[in-house]
């Protein structure tokens, strides 16, 4: 079918990042189209545009800031670029709509190595990201009318980095899927329940569940040693999953070894595992069976009643399976504040969107917000991962779902800020 006559104009000006042209048809059209045929919105035209030549590096000042007006259409090529989406963007473009290729506009800028634009397509993702999930809360709230209005009151209120925020209320917008849904819709096919009432297959490489879904795999190792490493020393240790038991092991080889060291694990048959194991021998170790939520508050209120020392934490990880990421960050927004000492770290197996490169920077960013809205600060530390390798061994094997396709992991390290 071919797009409405408006609707080709729109991508056509986005193509040629034509500035006039796109703000004069942005007052009556969505820019929300996308080409019949290759289902490329303006976003993914305009950074495409770049495929068959590429840009030469913007070397001139704009006039943006400096008081000098210039003629939009004769700034160079990569800044017109720039400006498009950002025009694109404040009119309620999507940021994360898929062509036929299976790309996102930002997934072409990361192949064409379009660092600016790429940044320009996250940074859309991060708003996006940040505003559902607040409106997730605020729904969360209660439905009845009074609810409502206080919801759109402070829905209207909301500003992102200095920015208008973009209309929350469309009818785009409302549609939208977000980068987490998407992540966590593919990522995790089972449900925390059904996953912890599944048959696991364990083998000395790798956990699967009955759906052939990697729960852990041996290619996590040097990610589990090196995320040790950050974390210590530290006397007292809490981890939630103990799965393949690595990075239990790894506590345990610190030296001094631990004093006590806490595990919290919810699948019988992991459970079992564990209970035969080494380490539930080794002195100071504790383990909780069952899901973290139900084991927690206990033993945070047995700290409250506690007469003696209150059980803190100097290492905290947390790495679990078929959860999401509100469950997370639930745990770092209740329980780490609870259970973390002073001057102790909290780190978390950092996976969600990692077979997307721009789902795996946006989610980074927006949990690098939320933790430093529960007053904890973090350190990113760049881990290579050998993912060609990987394929070429044929690690995924008889796996369903390759939950990784990224050269880099982002290792958190986070503390209390300050
Ligand atoms: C990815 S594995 C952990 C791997 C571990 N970090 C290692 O080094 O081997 C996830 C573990 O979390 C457990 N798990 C899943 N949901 C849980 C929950 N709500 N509470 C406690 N454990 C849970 C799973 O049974 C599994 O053993």
């Given at each position: 079918?071919?797009?409405?006559?408006?609707?080709?104009?729109?991508?056509?000006?986005?193509?040629?990042?034509?500035?006039?042209?796109?703000?004069?048809?942005?007052?009556?059209?969505?820019?929300?189209?996308?080409?019949?045929?290759?289902?490329?919105?303006?976003?993914?035209?305009?950074?495409?545009?770049?495929?068959?030549?590429?840009?030469?590096?913007?070397?001139?000042?704009?006039?943006?800031?400096?008081?000098?007006?210039?003629?939009?259409?004769?700034?160079?090529?990569?800044?017109?670029?720039?400006?498009?989406?950002?025009?694109?963007?404040?009119?309620?473009?999507?940021?994360?709509?898929?062509?036929?290729?299976?790309?996102?506009?930002g997934c072409?800028?990361h192949r064409?190595?379009?660092?600016?634009?790429y940044?320009?397509?996250v940074?859309?993702?991060?708003?996006?990201?940040?505003?559902?999930?607040?409106?997730?809360?605020?729904?969360?709230?209660?439905?009845?009318?009074?609810?409502?209005?206080?919801?759109?009151?402070?829905?209207?209120?909301?500003?992102?980095?200095?920015?208008?925020?973009?209309?929350?209320?469309?009818?785009?917008?409302?549609?939208?899927?977000?980068?987490?849904?998407?992540?966590?819709?593919?990522?995790?096919?089972?449900?925390?329940?059904?996953?912890?009432?599944?048959?696991?297959?364990?083998?000395?490489?790798?956990?699967?569940?009955?759906?052939?879904?990697?729960?852990?795999?041996?290619?996590?190792?040097?990610?589990?040693?090196?995320?040790?490493?950050?974390?210590?020393?530290?006397?007292?240790?809490?981890?939630?999953?103990?799965?393949?038991?690595?990075?239990?092991?790894?506590?345990?080889?610190?030296?001094?070894?631990?004093?006590?060291?806490?595990?919290?694990?919810?699948?019988?048959?992991?459970?079992?595992?564990?209970?035969?194991?080494?380490?539930?021998?080794?002195?100071?170790?504790?383990?909780?069976?069952?899901?973290?939520?139900?084991?927690?508050?206990?033993?945070?209120?047995?700290?409250?009643?506690?007469?003696?020392?209150?059980?803190?934490?100097?290492?905290?990880?947390?790495?679990?399976?078929?959860?999401?990421?509100?469950?997370?960050?639930?745990?770092?927004?209740?329980?780490?504040?609870?259970?973390?000492?002073?001057?102790?770290?909290?780190?978390?197996?950092?996976?969600?969107g990692a077979d997307r490169q721009i789902s795996y920077d946006?989610?980074?960013?927006?949990?690098?917000?939320?933790?430093?809205?529960?007053?904890?600060?973090?350190?990113?530390?760049?881990?290579?991962?050998?993912?060609?390798?990987?394929?070429?061994?044929?690690?995924?094997?008889?796996?369903?779902?390759?939950?990784?396709d990224l050269e880099k992991?982002?290792?958190?390290?986070?503390?209390?800020?300050?």
């Amino acid at each position: 079918m071919e797009p409405s006559p408006t609707a080709h104009s729109l991508l056509l000006a986005a193509t040629d990042h034509n500035l006039p042209a796109l703000r004069s048809l942005l007052k009556s059209q969505t820019p929300n189209v996308q080409d019949p045929t290759t289902l490329r919105t303006p976003l993914h035209l305009a950074i495409a545009a770049f495929e068959s030549s590429p840009p030469p590096p913007n070397n001139t000042t704009n006039g943006n800031g400096d008081g000098i007006k210039v003629d939009e259409l004769s700034l160079p090529p990569l800044e017109k670029a720039e400006r498009t989406l950002q025009l694109l963007l404040q009119n309620g473009a999507i940021w994360n709509s898929l062509d036929t290729n299976n790309e996102t506009p930002g997934c072409i800028a990361h192949r064409l190595g379009l660092n600016s634009l790429y940044e320009i397509m996250v940074d859309a993702g991060v708003r996006a990201e940040l505003l559902f999930g607040r409106l997730d809360g605020y729904m969360a709230l209660g439905d009845d009318d009074d609810d409502e209005e206080e919801e759109e009151e402070e829905e209207e209120d909301v500003e992102v980095e200095g920015e208008e925020a973009p209309e929350l209320v469309s009818e785009d917008k409302k549609e939208e899927e977000t980068a987490l849904d998407k992540a966590a819709e593919e990522a995790i096919p089972v449900t925390s329940d059904a996953y912890l009432s599944s048959k696991l297959e364990i083998d000395d490489d790798k956990i699967l569940d009955e759906d052939k879904n990697g729960v852990m795999m041996s290619w996590e190792s040097h990610i589990m040693s090196l995320t040790v490493q950050h974390l210590t020393p530290a006397k007292r240790i809490l981890n939630i999953g103990y799965g393949m038991g690595i990075i239990d092991n790894h506590f345990q080889s610190t030296t001094p070894a631990p004093t006590s060291h806490h595990i919290i694990e919810a699948h019988p048959q992991i459970l079992e595992k564990l209970s035969t194991s080494e380490i539930s021998k080794r002195p100071g170790v504790v383990i909780h069976s069952g899901r973290w939520q139900e084991v927690l508050p206990k033993l945070i209120n047995s700290n409250s009643e506690a007469d003696g020392e209150e059980l803190l934490f100097d290492a905290i990880y947390f790495d679990t399976f078929a959860e999401d990421y509100s469950q997370l960050k639930l745990f770092f927004t209740e329980y780490v504040i609870a259970l973390l000492s002073p001057e102790g770290k909290f780190s978390f197996f950092n996976g969600l969107g990692a077979d997307r490169q721009i789902s795996y920077d946006v989610y980074k960013k927006v949990v690098d917000i939320d933790l430093l809205e529960a007053g904890l600060e973090t350190e990113w530390v760049e881990v290579p991962v050998d993912s060609k390798k990987m394929e070429g061994d044929g690690e995924w094997k008889g796996v369903r779902r390759k939950y990784w396709d990224l050269e880099k992991y982002w290792l958190p390290v986070t503390k209390f800020i300050g």
